[in-house]
Nanobody, 118 residues
Framework: VQLQESGPGLVKPSQALSLTCTVS??????????WTWIRQPPGKGLEWMGA???????YYSPSLVSHTAISRDTSKNQFSLQLTSVTPEDTAVYYC???????????WGQGTQVTVSS
């Protein structure tokens, strides 16, 4: 399974950010897998943002739920992250990953740097 993030590298404050993860070698509708977004701000640890399950159910970090949305396009085998009203604190490397029922993150994208700056 391979995952590849895509999206803008630079976003202005208060704008929306949209990232897409393209999955190959496996279907995002395969049972018992969760397709997640994780980010790492500079100098900080990994932060789990949310996930979309094989059945389309979504789950979000309580700290981010108010301005985060995760969706999918099964015809393209992609899932996406939308962040509204970004601030410089949203500057991070964003990763898409696959998580199994035992909460193991077994496949990762290479990560994409997003900088929020005017």
């Amino acid at each position: 399974v391979q995952l590849q993030e895509s999206g803008p590298g630079l976003v202005k404050p208060s704008q929306a950010l949209s990232l897409t993860c393209t999955v190959s070698g496996g279907s995002i509708t395969t049972s018992d897998y969760y397709w997640t977004w994780i980010r790492q701000p500079p100098g900080k640890g990994l932060e789990w943002m949310g996930a979309i399950a094989y059945d389309g159910s979504t789950y979000y970090s309580p700290s981010l739920v108010s301005h985060t949305a995760i969706s999918r396009d099964t015809s393209k085998n992609q899932f996406s992250l939308q962040l509204t009203s970004v601030t410089p604190e949203d500057t991070a490397v964003y990763y898409c990953t696959r998580m199994d029922l035992e909460r193991r993150f077994d496949y990762w994208g290479q990560g994409t740097q997003v900088t929020v700056s005017s």
